[in-house]
Every structure is written in C-alpha cells, then in structure tokens.
C-alpha cells in the first residue's frame, strides 16, 4: 500500500473549522461512552532538555479509525527559532493496521486542541459571548483565538503575553476586522469581565486567579507545563467545576490536584452524548489534557477531504 505524505499546507488545505469541531464533539463523546480505545498517553522525559516525548494511539471502534501521534515538547525551542510543540500524525488501516498516511502534525495539534475547547464551550457556556480572553500568544493561542472567533464571534478579544509584543503581532495576525482586539498590560486586565477565557501558556506557576474571573465564566485550560497544569491557582480550581477530556487521563495527569481534595466533575463527553446535564457552578474549566482519539479523528476527516481534493 503506498504511504502517502501530507505536509503542512496539505492539512491546511484539507481542514474547517465546523468539520472539526463536530469531529472533536464526536470524539470526545466516543471517549465518555467508551467506545474510543485510547490508553493514556506514554510520556518519555528527556532529562537535561526540558523536554518531553508524548506517544499517543488510539482507535475509533464507530469510524474504524486507527492512528499514533507522537509529539514532543522542549520549551526552549524558541531559543532556536522552532515551535516547542512538534508532532506527527500517523494513520493507519482499520482493518489490517497498514500505514495509510504520515501527516505533519503541528497543525492537527494546534486546530484539533482548539476546536476540542470550542465543543467544551459550546456545551458548558451559556449566555452571551461578549469578551474572549486569551492569556498567551504562541501557537494554541492563535489557533484558539480562531477557532472561538469562527464559532461565536466575540465582540472583543483581549490577550496578555508575557512579552507584550508578542501579543501585539497576534492581534495584528488575527486580522478581526470590526471585532475590537486589546493587547493588556495583565493577565488580571483581561481575564476581568471575559466570559470565555482560554489559558494557553507554559506557565509553570499560576497565571489566572480566583478574583478576576467573573461569576459565569467558562476557562478552556490548555496548558501543559512538565509540571503538568498549573496556570490555575488553587483557589479557582476550588470554586470551578473542572471538566476533562477524559477522567482515566486526569487520574494520571491531574493527580497532584487530585491529592488536594481537587476532584474532576466528569468528561466533558457526558454532556455532548446527552447524559448528564451541565454542572452547576460559579465557573466551569475544560480542562484539555490532550486526547489521542483526537488526533486520529482529525487525521482521517483530513485524509477524506485530502482524498476528495486530488
Ligand atoms: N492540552 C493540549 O491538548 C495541548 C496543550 N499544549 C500546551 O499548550 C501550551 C502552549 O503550547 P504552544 O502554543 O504550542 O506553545 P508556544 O511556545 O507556541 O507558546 C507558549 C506561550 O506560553 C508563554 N509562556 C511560556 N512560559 C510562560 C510563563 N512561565 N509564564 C507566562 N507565559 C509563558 C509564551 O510567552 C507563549 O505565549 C504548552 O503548555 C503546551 O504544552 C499544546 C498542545 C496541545
Ligand atoms: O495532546 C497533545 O498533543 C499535547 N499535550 C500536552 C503537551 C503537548 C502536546
């Protein structure tokens, strides 16, 4: 079987917004019913580089879909002018496990992350979309600050960096036209009054605390620092209900919290399959921890429309 090899801009070509999110509702509802196979990620640290190599596969028993990423992140990447998130997709045969398509996996990874927090939003955010905070600027950040404006089209997008101008290309890059974009002085300054905030940093401390999110709030937590998630303070963890992705992966990667007393509500699949209703509480956070079933699906929806195209 000849393999075929997609590059960035095929992937580019080949993905939409509405497509992938209801591809990510699919997958992370096949998840909480349990019929995605999915074991939790194989995390190999590389000691001395600040890096980390994540082995992820899983299989969709609803769309036959079978597939591996393997991605790494090394936060001092930048240092060298590369991203600090690097990945590759590999889809393979349902049915006889063949290599059907190696894909460049950066963008799968920026899109599909971002269209996952816009299914968790659609199905934990009620009200109005007025204000989209976005604390970060690098890749998840952008891609977020689409995919949210594709699919609610906020009147205003705040974004705080670390380095300011950094957060001033990404306003300019994300062209919104009529929608106001402020660059803030503080995480504080634009997380105050924003009804969808979405952490995006590698953040190793907290970044977003308790006081400046208002009652109603919807956090999408994306973040993942070799500490695992920590741009949250304690206090808001407390008050929110946290919904994941999956909860077998937040017994693993949540478990420093879980020590705390600080216990996940539920999957966020419960809700989008219809059998639970929303928590309630002042906040909810969707906590992303980064699902392989993901990946796949997102490879065989680009594959199909790769198919389709040539
Ligand atoms: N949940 C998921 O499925 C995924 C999570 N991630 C995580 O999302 C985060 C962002 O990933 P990318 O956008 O690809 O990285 P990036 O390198 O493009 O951007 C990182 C951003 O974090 C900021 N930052 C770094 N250290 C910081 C600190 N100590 N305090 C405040 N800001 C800090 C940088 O200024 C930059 O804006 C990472 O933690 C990554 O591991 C990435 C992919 C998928
Ligand atoms: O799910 C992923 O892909 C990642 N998760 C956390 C760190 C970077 C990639």
Known sequence: MPVDHLTESDVLKCLKW????????????????RTAVQPVKLVTPVPGKDGVLLTMPAYSRTNNALGCKIVTSFSKNK?????????????LDGDTGQVKAIMEGNTI??????????????????????????????????????????AFN????????????????????????NVMCVVCDSAREAAQDADVICTTTGAD??????????????????????SHHSEISVPLHRRAAIVVDSMDTAKEEFADFIQQ??????????????????????VTIFYSLGMAIEDVLSAQLIYENYKKSS
Do not use: Y
């Open 18 to 33: 509405d497509q992938l999110i209801a591809k990510m509702e699919s997958a992370l509802g096949q998840l909480a019913d």
């Open 79 to 91: 240092e060298k002018n590369l991203p600090s998130v690097i990945g590759t997709v590999m889809l």
């Open 109 to 150: 990874t920026a899109w599909r992350t971002a269209a996952a927090s816009v299914a968790s939003t659609i199905h934990l955010h009620e009200g109005k979309k007025g204000t989209l905070c976005i604390l970060g600027a690098g890749v998840q950040a952008k891609s977020h600050a689409q995919a949210m404006q594709h």
């Open 154 to 177: 906020f009147s205003k997008v705040k974004i705080w960096n670390r380095t300011q101008s950094k957060a001033v290309k990404l306003c300019q890059e994300l062209n919104l036209g």
């Open 205 to 226: 401390k907290p970044i977003l605390e308790s006081e400046w999110v208002k009652n109603g709030a919807h956090i999408c937590a994306v973040g993942a620092n070799r």
């Open 261 to 282: 007393g600080i216990r996940p509500w539920g999957e966020v699949g419960d809700l989008i399959n219809g059998r639970k209703s929303k928590p309630n509480a002042e």
